[in-house]
C-alpha cells in the first residue's frame, strides 16, 4: 500500500513537471561560505555565464543586486538571490556587483542579467527518473518473485522504493501543498536509504541480523537519517522555527546527508568485497559476484566524480569537477548507478548458474509472443469491424485510433491470460491438496534448484540451506 500511495505522489510530481514552469535562474550555484556568498559554478550558456569572462566565473562572490542599475541592495544570503530573479520575472533584468579575488587584491565589478530563463536539464532528470523505476520495479519483482517471508527480500524491497523515491521525486518549484511534501520525501528518502543500504550489506548474505547477542545495534545505523528526516520536517513546515534558522541550514541538512549517503555506498561495497573474498561457499560467492562488480563500478565513479565536490566545497575538488557539478563528469557519475538495483536484485532471486541466461530467453520468448499474437489478433478485430461497421481502410504512414485501441486491448489480454492462468491454477491445486500444497510446492522448488546445479558444493550448500529454512 505504501509502494502504491508513493508510486501515485510521483505521478502527479511528474504531472506538475511537466505542465508548471521551473522558476528563473541565473544559471549559478550559489553557496554560504564564512567568506560571503560564492559562486560554485557557472552554466555557460546562462543569464549569468553568456558573456564568458565578462560574466560571473567560479570563485566570484556576490555582494550585491541591484533592480534599477542605481541603487545597489546589500545581499546576506544566497537564498535570497531566488527571490530576486523570481521578482523581475524571465524578461527582467538585474545587475550583480561581485568581487573576483586577485594575487594582491580584490576588485569589484557590475555584471549585467539579463532574461533570467529557467534552467531544467530534462536529459539527465528523464534517466534519473528511469533510474528510480528501475529500483521500483526490482524490489517489486523480487517481493512477488521471492515472497515477503523470504530472507532479506522486505529489507530489499524497502531499499528500492526509498531509492525509487530519491530518484524519480523532484520538485517543481512551488513549494507549496504537494510540491512541499514531495521535496520532504525526496529528502527523507535520502536520508533513509543510506542506513538501509549499509545494513543490507552488511548482513547480506550469511546472516539474518547484524549481531545476534545485541540486535538493538542495527538502530543505531538509522539515528543520523531519524534525526536529518525529523529536521528536514521542521525546516519544511513549522515556519516560524525556518524564520529563526540560519539562511544555509537547508545547505547543511543537504551536504550532511549527502556525505551519510557518500559513507553508506562506500562502506556497503567494502563490506560486499570483504565478504566476497573471505568467504568459502561456493553459493554464496556466486551471489556476491555480481552484486561486488555492481557495487565498485557505480560506487567509485558517485564519490569521486559527483559526491566529494558536492561535501567537500574547495577550489581544488571544483577544479577537479571541471568547476560545474552540471557537467559531462556528473553524467558519467550517475550513469552506473543502474548497476546497483540490477545486480542486487539479480542476487536476492539467487539464480543459479545458466538460470539467469534462462529467464532471459524466457522473457524474449513472452515479449516476443505477445507481440506476434496481439498483432494478429489486433489485425483481425480491425479488419472484422470494418466489415462489419464499415470504415476507411489504414492506409500508408497512417494508423487509426481504432487499430490502435485493438492492439493495446489484445495485448493487456496475452499478458494478463499467463497470470490469471497461474492463479487459477494455484487455487485450484490449493483446494484439491489442503495442506500438503505448501510442502508439495516447497519439494517442487526445491527439485528445480537440483536440476539446475551440476556440480558438488553447490549442491550440498542448496541442500544444507534447504534443510535449515525447513
Known sequence: MAAGI?????????????????????????????????????????????????????????VAVSLD??????????????????????????????????PDETRFYHIPIDNPEPHQNWRRD????????????????????????APFVLHFSALCLAAFVFHFYKPFGGYEDLDLAIAFLDDAALALFAPLFLHFCAIYPARYHLSERRRWLAALLYVPAFVLIALNAAFDFITPLRLRLPQDFY????????????????????????????????????????VVWGSALAVAPF?????????????????????????????????????????????????RLMDVDMVVRRTAVYVLTTLAITLGIGAVVYVAGLVALGGEPITPGTVTLRFIIAVVAMAIIVMTAAPLKNFLQEQTDRFFYGERYDLRNGLLDFGRTLSATTSLDPLLDALAGRLQQV
Open 6 to 62: 508513493l508510486v501515485a505522489a510521483g505521478t502527479l510530481n511528474f504531472a506538475q513537471r511537466l505542465t508548471h514552469q521551473p522558476p528563473p535562474t541565473d544559471g549559478v550555484h550559489w553557496v554560504q561560505t564564512p567568506e560571503g556568498i560564492i559562486a560554485r559554478s557557472v552554466e555557460p550558456d546562462s543569464a549569468a555565464g553568456r558573456l564568458g569572462i565578462l560574466g560571473v566565473l567560479p570563485g566570484d562572490r556576490l
Open 126 to 149: 528523464l534517466y534519473i527518473n528511469f533510474v528510480g523505476i528501475v529500483y521500483l520495479l526490482v524490489g517489486l519483482f523480487v517481493l512477488f518473485k521471492q515472497g515477503g517471508r
Open 303 to 351: 564519490t569521486l566524480l559527483y559526491a566529494l565536490g558536492y561535501i567537500f566545497d574547495t577550489n581544488a575538488v571544483n577544479s577537479f569537477l571541471g568547476n560545474a557539478p552540471e557537467n559531462w563528469l556528473t553524467d558519467a557519475a550517475v550513469l552506473p548507478l543502474i548497476l546497483i538495483p540490477l545486480t542486487f536484485g539479480n542476487s536476492v532471486v539467487r539464480y
Open 251 to 290: 545547505s547543511t541538512l543537504s551536504t550532511a546527508a549527502m556525505a551519510c549517503l557518500t559513507v553508506a555506498l562506500a562502506g556497503g561495497a567494502v563490506l560486499l568485497v570483504r565478504r566476497f573474498w573471505k568467504s568459502e561457499a561456493a553459493v554464496v560467492r556466486q551471489q556476491l559476484k555480481w
Open 69 to 102: 542599475d542605481a541603487r545597489d541592495e546589500q545581499i546576506v544570503s544566497a537564498v535570497d538571490v531566488q527571490d530576486y530573479l523570481e521578482m523581475v520575472g524571465q524578461t527582467g533584468h538585474l545587475r550583480y556587483l561581485v568581487g573576483r579575488s586577485f
